[in-house]
């Protein structure tokens, strides 16, 4: 059984890059994006094997990460590696 990586903001730049080195690590990944659909390449990826599976998760909604996590804990049981990469652009004066 391989051990079960989830992380967020997984559709381009270092989670992409993550998604990717810990699947042809032999982990299975479970890559989170607010709008899957719109993130071409991390499908490819999940298209690629079996080892990439995608979910939606908005990590600004408690109700989505309790729907997401719950679903992940039900298909696989376990979490053994978090990597929350999931963050916000902000322009100008903070």
């Known amino acids: 059984m391989s051990s079960v990586a989830v992380i967020t903001g997984a559709s381009s730049g270092i989670g992409l890059a993550t998604t990717r080195a810990l699947a042809a690590a032999g982990w299975t990944v479970v890559a989170t994006a607010r709008r899957p659909a719109a993130a071409h390449a991390l499908r490819e990826l999940a298209a690629e094997g079996p080892g990439v599976q995608l979910k939606s998760l908005d990590v600004t ?34």
């Not at 298909?75 to 990469?85: A, C, F, H």
Request: aromatic share 0%.
């Open 61 to 94: 909604s408690d109700e989505s990460v309790q729907e997401c996590i719950g679903s992940i804990l039900a298909e696989l049981g376990n979490i053994d590696l978090l990597v929350n990469n999931a963050g916000a652009g902000h322009r100008g004066t903070l």
